[in-house]
């Protein structure tokens, strides 16, 4: 698997985050059972001006939010990873070969104020956003009451996983 990770701030971490969204990445694919080995990730680190204009052009929502996911597939079931037969061009990368999972672009202004609002560190609220984002490539959403239960019990399940706990 592979993460192409650009960070557009000038804003460090405590950690790498290309092996953090790589590690957590991984677990939830892992948990989710995904039988793809060769695919990629692109992750882009912004500000609040840059998620609100990426959220304004693409969702016509003029606001700032925490992250924001692009899948590359529409999931009947999520967690159900397929290539339709005679589609493989749309979702291989033609120069590696990979399996484009999607985009997801995070805000580390978000980051870091709701790493304190929450009580945690940086790095778990960074890895909660990655995990957050996974499952959304992975064709979960939060639309719904119950549908936000699964995606909260599937992302504490992978950071548990990786002992990354709000202790950290």
Do not use: W
């Not at 989710?32 to 692109?42: K, Q, R, T």
Request: proline share 4%; with cysteine; hydrophobic share 35%.
């Amino acid at each position: 698997m592979t993460f192409y990770v650009e960070n557009e701030t000038e804003k460090d971490f405590p950690f790498d985050i290309e092996e953090l969204a790589q590690m957590v990445g991984k677990q939830v694919l892992a948990n989710e059972n995904c039988p793809f080995d060769n695919l990629s990730v692109n992750v882009l680190v912004t500000d609040n001006e840059g998620i609100r204009e990426y959220n304004n052009q693409f969702r016509n929502i003029d606001k700032e939010t925490d992250v924001l996911s692009f899948p590359n597939f529409e999931f009947d079931t999520p967690g159900e990873y397929y290539i339709p037969e005679g589609e493989e061009a749309d979702y291989l990368d033609p120069e590696t070969n990979e399996l484009v999972l999607g985009d997801i672009i995070l805000n580390v202004e978000r980051i870091y104020s709701q790493a304190e609002e929450y009580g945690h560190s940086v790095k778990r609220e960074f890895a909660f956003l990655v995990a957050h984002s996974m499952l959304h490539l992975s064709g979960y959403d939060h639309m719904t009451e119950d549908e936000a239960k699964v995606m909260e019990e599937r992302q504490e399940k992978a950071l548990a996983d990786l002992g990354i706990t709000r202790d950290i």
